[in-house]
């Protein structure tokens, strides 16, 4: 079982629509959690991060994360064909290694 | 408002050559990471630093593989005797606080 898991993708949505990307995780030690964004081609940028249960909202996007569940998820709402691109998601344990899924694939139909 | 720089941004390299890759953090961060990247795969965990000590390294790195950041500034990563297996983007990144990190724009290695 790998330690964070996201389905690979294409998830493809029309403009306008939510965007919903999913992500569960294996330890449940796990403290800290980040969603990177990563346009083909470019390094990962850093675009939300949630620590508590529960949901966390910054401008259209929305963390969602349910620690009993292990599962953390990302909204993207009123998507823009600039969204399209790989959404990361990665867990921290509390040491100092962050473990990166493999990507979602996105891509916003305009 | 300078991010995180890495250079060279691409090496070609013959296997069993050594390579060296730099990266200068955000100035104010102390915080340190690198990481590899291959395709189709989200950035896997090398090593990282505090300051100048290196307080945690992947198990996943072989001796072939090792990173300095004198004085807690700029990081070097060195791979000796390249083999084609280590064709992959090295990306560094930087941070102030804990885990949320910055990338820089990562060094692509090919080795032939």
């Known amino acids: 079982q790998k330690e964070v898991e996201q389905n690979s993708g294409p998830l493809s949505v029309p403009e306008g629509a939510i965007a919903s990307l999913n992500c569960t995780y294996s330890d449940r030690g796990s403290q800290s959690f980040f969603w990177y964004r990563q346009y083909s081609g470019k390094s990962p940028e850093l675009i939300m991060f949630i620590y508590s249960n529960g949901d966390k909202e910054d401008g259209r996007f929305t963390a969602q994360l349910n620690k009993a569940s292990q599962y953390v998820s990302l909204l993207i709402r009123d998507s823009q064909p600039s969204d399209s691109a790989t959404y990361l998601c990665?867990?921290?344990?509390?040491?100092?290694?962050?473990?990166f899924g493999a990507g979602t694939r996105l891509f916003v139909k305009a | 408002d300078t991010g995180v720089s890495q250079n060279p941004r691409h090496k070609i390299t013959k296997r069993g050559q050594n390579v060296t890759f730099r990266c200068d953090p955000i100035?104010?961060?102390?915080?340190l990471y690198w990481y590899r990247q291959t395709l189709g795969q989200g950035p896997e965990f090398l090593t990282y630093?505090?300051?100048?000590?290196?307080?945690?390294k992947s198990r996943l790195l072989s001796d072939r593989f090792s990173a300095e950041r004198p004085k807690g500034s700029f990081s070097t990563l060195e791979i000796q005797r390249t083999e084609q297996g280590d064709s992959a983007m090295y990306l560094c990144?930087?941070?102030?606080?804990?885990?949320?990190?910055?990338f820089g724009p990562g060094t692509r290695l090919t080795v032939t």
């Open positions: 990665a867990v921290s344990t509390g040491g100092f290694k962050t473990i």
């Open positions: 100035s104010e961060h102390n915080r």
């Open positions: 630093f505090q300051n100048e000590a290196q307080l945690e």
């Open positions: 990144a930087s941070s102030f606080k804990p885990y949320e990190q910055y």
